[in-house]
Nanobody
Framework: VQLQASGGGLVTAGGSLTLSCAAS????????MGWFRQAPGKEREFVAG???????YFTDSLKGRFTISRDNAKNTVYLQMNSLKPEDTAVYYC?????????????????WGQGTLVTVSS
């Protein structure tokens, strides 16, 4: 599976962005998917996950501002980010698991996209 993340960019605080993660090589409809982010000087952290059945999981601090969804017909997973804050600035990575369920642990994923940079200015 190859994953291509896109949609990052520069946005002012309070704005919104939607990230896309397009998969190729095989269908991801039966795979758990996740989004992670890594800010400069910090460890990679879990943002959101979605299972094969579209059950969603979020880091508690982001719940209510971020939404994860999947479109199996397009083999794509999305991360809708609202009310963005400067502390959301990071490189955002999508990942696919061989398992049908997502995980908060990055070791639970087998395939990673290249990352897309989100910069939120104050």
């Amino acid at each position: 599976v190859q994953l291509q993340a896109s949609g990052g960019g520069l946005v002012t605080a309070g704005g919104s962005l939607t990230l896309s993660c397009a998969a190729s090589g095989r269908t991801i409809s039966n795979n758990g998917m996740g989004w992670f982010r890594q800010a400069p000087g910090k460890e990679r952290e879990f943002v959101a996950g979605i299972s094969w059945s579209s059950t969603t999981y979020f880091t508690d601090s982001l719940k209510g501002r971020f939404t994860i969804s999947r479109d199996n017909a397009k083999n794509t997973v999305y991360l809708q980010m609202n009310s963005l804050k400067p502390e959301d600035t990071a490189v955002y990575y999508c990942a696919a698991s061989r398992n049908p369920y997502s995980s908060r642990d990055p070791t639970g994923y087998n395939y990673w996209g290249q990352g897309t940079l989100v910069t939120v200015s104050s």
